[in-house]
């Protein structure tokens, strides 16, 4: 009878070829689902069901306008940037609580951290990725204005600035200054990623948004209004959709997690990653630090050794040891 083979443990520290960053996502949701599902519902989930409330108060305010033949209210106006900032705070929560979890993740070993864990590094950065993200995406914003193209460079370049803040424990500025540096050669792998990667969750979220359009198409050509029943059928896909689009939204940035770390691998070797960690973990011993950046040269050291080690078998050396004839 054969023994099963234990199922393999994602790891992020690695290289991996364009297909496996594509994949890696699924592998990593796969393993982790029950856990970064119940963490990203309790965390990121509240600010989602505020982006379904104002959606839904819009699209009614605006269903009824439309069947009333009257203008938009001061209400549609109201409940449009409600939406934009339920949005944009959704959208940094899904974020952080997204790289909050990777990093715990990479740090302690999986199945070694709980939820609880997870929100005691929120509260430690979500101010830093509030304001990371203002400030990144007025960046874009402003780069766009200048044809576009700028405004594009941009939003890949600044791809890595979120996990960055968390997972290096540095300011906003060093993390900016560092998405930059490891993007420099990888633009092009990283914005084929992105783009590849949204063009299969965009997809997948028709799924949700098709039975949306249903509904609303054959009230348009029939010329009456949405039955109840239409109206519940609308409301829960919606629901749905808004679900789902936080988990996609989530499963982008864990690819872009496997793509920070890929490339932090191929310039700088893994080890330097564990030596970030390590140190994070122990920040007030000096000590402990010092010893680990002395076995990170460990090998140079041991190439010094060898060198002394070797100095005796140059042929000099042995033929000043040779019997005299």
Do not use: C
Not at 75 to 97: D, E, K, P, W
Not at 232 to 259: D, E, K, R, W
């Amino acid at each position: 009878m054969t023994e099963k083979k234990p199922k393999e443990i994602v790891n992020f520290i690695r290289e991996r070829t364009f297909g496996d960053i594509i994949g890696a996502p699924f592998q990593f949701i796969i393993q982790e689902f029950k856990l970064f599902a119940g963490t990203l519902l309790k965390f990121a989930g509240p600010f989602v069901a505020l982006v379904f409330l104002t959606v839904s108060l819009l699209a009614n305010d605006i269903y009824s306008s439309t069947v009333s033949n009257t203008n938009l209210s001061e209400t549609t106006t109201i409940y449009g940037i409600l939406l934009l900032l339920s949005l944009i705070l959704g959208m940094f929560s899904v974020l952080a609580v997204t790289h909050s979890y990777i990093t715990l993740y990479v740090e302690r070993g999986k199945g070694n951290f709980t939820k609880d864990d997870v929100g005691v590094l929120l509260k430690k950065t979500i101010w830093k990725i509030f304001g990371a993200g203002i400030l990144t995406y007025v960046m874009v914003i402003i780069g766009v204005l200048l044809l576009y193209i700028p405004g594009i460079y941009l939003a890949i370049a600044l791809t890595f600035v979120f996990l960055i803040i968390i997972y290096e424990k540095v300011s906003i500025g060093k993390a900016i200054s560092r998405s930059f540096e490891l993007i420099k050669g990888n633009w092009w792998k990283t914005f084929g990623l992105i783009l590849v990667f949204g063009m299969i969750i965009g997809t997948t979220s028709y799924v949700f948004i098709i039975p949306i359009y249903v509904v609303f198409i054959l009230a348009a050509v029939s010329g009456t209004q949405i039955s109840i029943g239409s109206a519940v059928m609308v409301t829960l896909f919606v629901f749905l959709y808004f679900t789902a689009y936080m988990f996609f939204i989530s499963m982008q940035q864990i690819m872009i997690a496997f793509q920070y770390f890929n490339i932090s691998v191929q310039k700088e070797g893994a080890h330097l990653k564990d030596r970030i960690a390590a140190i994070s973990e122990n920040e007030e011993n000096p000590e402990f630090e010092k010893e680990i950046i002395e076995n990170n040269d460990e090998e140079k050291n041991e190439k010094e050794k060898n060198a002394e080690k070797n100095r005796f078998i140059k042929d000099e050396d042995i033929n000043r040891f040779k019997p005299k004839q």
